[in-house]
């Protein structure tokens, strides 16, 4: 009976050992930002622009988790409406579950972002050097799908090529403002990094990133889309040039829309940036843009930074107006 009883009491160890390990596994953090803005041809505003929750789980097994819960817009201020709360939703931004296959090949079930271009993956205000995104990376793509993606990294010569290969298996079902809602979305990323061969001190990251993508418009009639693209990162002493360029084409061969944005960030010392950037946008059924962005930024802290910038140029869009703003993003 003794023998019953210690069996028992070591399972029990055991077993809640295992949980304690399973709950240590998990990690929570997220990120906010706040905008003051000026624009050309609507009233002054300040805007809480999200409030994001991220909940991640790794014990360093085959399975991970990620997921990201954003609250947006949860308050702004004009002066017609003073302090309001109207524009406030929750999206869930990211749901999946990463399997880890060998060394070089991981499987990602969920929602996750559309692995397009390096600025839909890193959009996250703390990660980026503008309050405002290039307009060709939110009218060109889905920003995010659900469906599955097959990960990985493969080593050839000097460089490192990571691949990502995915399809959609559930369109959105909501519809977040003027967001474009797409189905049927499949395609591919290939990134060469080190693909310059540099070394050094003052050799920072070299990425060549091309782009392909299908899919449809969630309207009645659309033509299947084929989108081409390249996308690049470059940091050399104290300069950073990045960019992102699109081509895509109707199944019957007709233009669909093209547009680029080129980006420079020059570090001035003291953890401030200049901030340069020229974008154009160009669709079938709308006018076109070109603009410019101007601007400085400040990395407060790490996980801190303080941006203000100008937008000037043609185009308006609800979403990315023209005119001055300053934001703080911050991540925790």
Known sequence: MLSVISLCMLCKSVVAEEDDSFWRGF??????????????????QLKLNEVSMIVTWDQGTRVKFFSELELE?????????????????????RFYFDYNLNEKANVR?????????????????????????????TRFFPSSIN????????PISHMDM??????????DQR???????????????????????????????????????????????????????????????????SGEVYERKTSGGDDGGSGAY???????????????????????DSKNADRWVLGMTKRVKPNQLLKFEFIGGSGEYED?????VTSFAVMF
């Open 147 to 154: 469906g599955a993606m097959l990960f990985g990294s493969l």
């Open 27 to 44: 990690h929570v953090g997220g990120y906010t930002s706040i905008d003051a803005r000026l624009p050309r041809t609507e009233a002054a």
């Open 262 to 284: 080129l980006q420079s960030a020059y570090s001035l010392g003291s953890e401030w940036y200049w901030i340069t950037r020229l974008e154009t946008l160009h669709e079938v």
């Open 162 to 171: 990571e691949y990502q290969v995915y399809a959609e298996a559930l369109k």
């Open 73 to 93: 817009n949860p308050i702004s201020y004009d002066h017609h409406d003073g302090f309001n709360t109207k524009q406030s939703y929750l999206d869930l931004e």
């Open 175 to 241: 519809q977040d403002g003027d967001e474009i809602i797409h189905r049927e979305v499949k395609g591919a990323r290939l990134a060469f990094n080190n693909i310059l061969g540099l070394s050094g001190n003052n050799a920072g990251l070299n990425t060549l990133g091309l782009n392909v993508m299908s899919y449809q418009k969630d309207i009645p009639g659309s033509p299947t889309y084929h989108l081409y693209g390249l996308d690049f990162l470059l940091e050399f002493n104290r300069w950073e040039f």
């Open 320 to 324: 990315v107006p023209r005119g001055f």
């Open 109 to 137: 079930l969920g929602r996750f972002l559309t692995p397009a271009g390096r600025w839909n993956q890193l959009h996250a205000p703390p990660l980026v050097w503008t309050a405002s995104r290039p307009l060709v990376t």
